[in-house]
């Protein structure tokens, strides 16, 4: 498995971690059931690319001020972030293969 | 040309996880592919209370967990994944999967289930997950204290609309006829709800504000006099129905004018060996219960339609038969 590879943001160590390089962060909670089924691709994906991106999530119920700052109305959001700047923005349930175009095009 | 299986089954709602059931029962070694949705639309529900044998209720995605161990434990084999493209041009017919390549089966079982339906104004899809959603569950929470609208009149509508008084302050249903469409006992539970109230004969012109990426109000329009009037609020919650998930099959399969896939006798579709169960085969019941009904039937067509292949006799063993009548 590749969840050690997953990284855990906080409200506290975001902007620290999304600082540089290409950063994809998934937004969830534990009450959102498309959220599950997202969760495993994340986790496949920081497998693969691990070295290439970081890829992290964020658990919205925990951390309510990073969800607050994008304007985070829905889950599950997956927002890449490009040396700390927001570079796209891909919202709702999405096959693997989505995510990982959304994340070449910024590689 | 041999089949890698004889029964496969798209989608993994109760019509998909209730054929699988079935199809395992009967030795037939079913292979399920869940789809993006996985569990169906009751992933996105909370407390089901006319599942028959709850009489307290149980809530949707713990009934579907339920459903999905059953098929697994009579020997449903599950793909985590995605069917990209078939082809029921030809026999074997045959299943692209994005994450197990191509598949061949004798038999295939449609049950990719319905989705909710958007406005389609342009300015519904703009603000996807900038305070207009299809899934209470999953985005009431970032309501907590504001006003929002739940767009529809139906069952899930009023119980998208009682879900979502946990959170927000005010919960307005737009709703472009003067009666609701629900059943009794949710109208009842709705108007009863004093957080909730009602704009009749009206339908949403435009959600504002595609500019500033959120939402600050909808424009809803009176169909009866044409009367344009702003609300104010933070969130739009559709709830206006579904759309059946026919893509991959169009022009395959025989659908009707509003998409769904067309079946006769039972769940047969106009391919034979191709079976069709659940919402992506029904606008009229779309209840889990008669779902799960479909998919059980589905599975039965295609055990049926399997015994008068040709090579029926070389894989398919007598204990079968026994093992499917054999009582609980």
Same mark, same amino acid.
């Given at each position: 498995?590749?969840?050690?590879?997953?990284?855990?943001?906080?409200?506290?160590?975001?902007? %620290?971690?999304?600082?540089? $390089?290409?950063?994809?962060?998934?937004?969830?909670?534990?009450?959102?059931?498309?959220?599950?089924?997202?969760?495993?691709?994340?986790? %496949?994906?920081? $497998?693969?690319?691990?070295?290439?991106?970081?890829?992290?999530?964020?658990?919205?119920?925990?951390?309510?001020?990073?969800? $607050?700052?994008?304007?985070?109305?829905?889950?599950?959001?997956?927002?890449?972030?490009?040396? $700390? %700047?927001?570079?796209?923005?891909?919202?709702?349930?999405?096959?693997?293969?989505?995510?990982? %175009?959304?994340?070449?095009?910024?590689? | 040309?041999?089949? #890698?299986?004889? &029964?496969?089954?798209?989608?993994?709602?109760?019509?998909?996880?209730?054929?699988?059931?079935?199809? !395992?029962?009967?030795?037939?070694?079913?292979?399920?592919?869940?789809?993006?949705?996985?569990?169906?639309?009751?992933?996105?529900?909370?407390?089901?209370?006319?599942? @028959?044998?709850?009489?307290?209720?149980?809530?949707?995605?713990?009934?579907?967990?339920?459903?999905?161990? *059953?098929?697994?434990?009579?020997?449903?084999? /599950?793909?985590?994944?995605?069917?990209?493209?078939?082809?029921?041009?030809?026999?074997?017919?045959?299943?692209?999967? #994005?994450?197990?390549?191509?598949?061949?089966? #004798?038999?295939?079982?449609?049950?990719?289930?319905?989705?909710?339906?958007?406005?389609?104004?342009?300015?519904?899809? +703009?603000?996807?997950?900038?305070? &207009?959603?299809?899934?209470?569950?999953?985005?009431?929470?970032?309501?907590?204290?504001?006003?929002?609208?739940?767009?529809?009149?139906?069952?899930?509508?009023?119980?998208?609309?009682?879900?979502?008084?946990?959170?927000?302050? +005010?919960?307005?249903?737009?709703?472009?006829?003067?009666?609701?469409?629900?059943?009794?006992?949710? *109208?009842?539970?709705?108007?009863?709800?004093?957080?909730?109230?009602?704009?009749?004969?009206?339908?949403? !012109?435009?959600? +504002?504000?595609?500019?500033?990426?959120?939402?600050?109000?909808?424009?809803?329009?009176?169909? +009866?006099?044409? *009367?344009?009037?702003?609300? =104010?609020?933070?969130? &739009?919650?559709?709830?206006?129905?579904?759309? @059946?998930?026919?893509?991959?099959?169009?022009? *395959?399969?025989?659908?009707?004018?509003?998409?769904?896939?067309?079946?006769?006798?039972?769940?047969?579709?106009?391919? =034979?060996?191709?079976?069709?169960?659940?919402?992506?085969? #029904?606008?009229?019941?779309?209840?889990?219960?008669?779902?799960?009904?479909?998919?059980?039937?589905?599975?039965?067509?295609?055990?049926?339609?399997?015994?008068?292949? @040709?090579?029926?006799?070389?894989?398919?063993?007598?204990?079968?038969? /026994?093992?499917?009548?054999?009582?609980?």
């Amino acid at each position: 498995m590749a969840s050690d590879k997953l990284k855990t943001l906080t409200d506290s160590n975001f902007d %620290q971690e999304i600082r540089s $390089g290409v950063t994809l962060v998934d937004f969830w909670a534990e009450w959102c059931g498309p959220c599950r089924r997202i969760a495993p691709i994340v986790e %496949q994906l920081a $497998g693969e690319y691990e070295g290439r991106a970081t890829i992290a999530k964020l658990n919205v119920d925990e951390n309510p001020n990073v969800p $607050g700052r994008f304007m985070i109305r829905g889950i599950p959001t997956l927002l890449l972030f490009k040396n $700390g %700047q927001l570079a796209d923005t891909l919202v709702g349930l999405a096959p693997k293969e989505t995510i990982a %175009q959304m994340l070449e095009k910024h590689l | 040309m041999t089949s #890698d299986r004889r &029964v496969v089954i798209i989608g993994s709602g109760p019509a998909g996880l209730t054929a699988a059931l079935y199809a !395992a029962r009967a030795n037939l070694k079913p292979l399920l592919i869940e789809g993006l949705e996985a569990g169906g639309q009751l992933m996105l529900t909370t407390m089901v209370e006319n599942w @028959p044998g709850y009489r307290d209720g149980i809530m949707g995605p713990d009934l579907m967990a339920e459903m999905r161990a *059953q098929a697994l434990r009579f020997g449903t084999e /599950v793909i985590e994944g995605n069917v990209t493209a078939v082809d029921l041009g030809q026999r074997p017919l045959t299943i692209a999967i #994005d994450a197990a390549g191509r598949i061949t089966t #004798d038999a295939l079982i449609i049950a990719t289930g319905a989705s909710a339906r958007w406005l389609e104004i342009g300015s519904d899809r +703009k603000l996807s997950g900038h305070g &207009v959603s299809t899934c209470a569950t999953c985005d009431g929470y970032f309501f907590r204290g504001k006003p929002i609208a739940v767009i529809g009149g139906g069952d899930s509508a009023m119980e998208e609309a009682i879900y979502l008084t946990k959170f927000a302050s +005010k919960v307005t249903v737009v709703h472009r006829r003067d009666t609701l469409r629900a059943s009794k006992i949710m *109208q009842d539970k709705a108007i009863a709800n004093p957080k909730i109230d009602f704009v009749w004969d009206s339908e949403v !012109a435009e959600i +504002k504000d595609v500019g500033r990426g959120e939402v600050t109000g909808i424009v809803v329009r009176n169909v +009866k006099t044409g *009367q344009l009037r702003e609300l =104010p609020l933070d969130g &739009v919650f559709i709830a206006i129905g579904h759309t @059946p998930n026919t893509a991959l099959v169009k022009g *395959q399969l025989e659908l009707d004018g509003n998409g769904y896939i067309v079946t006769h006798h039972g769940t047969r579709t106009s391919v =034979p060996g191709v079976f069709a169960a659940g919402d992506v085969q #029904d606008h009229v019941y779309r209840q889990a219960v008669t779902a799960a009904g479909s998919g059980c039937m589905a599975a039965i067509d295609a055990e049926r339609y399997l015994e008068g292949m @040709p090579e029926h006799a070389e894989t398919v063993g007598a204990p079968r038969s /026994v093992e499917v009548r054999s009582p609980q």
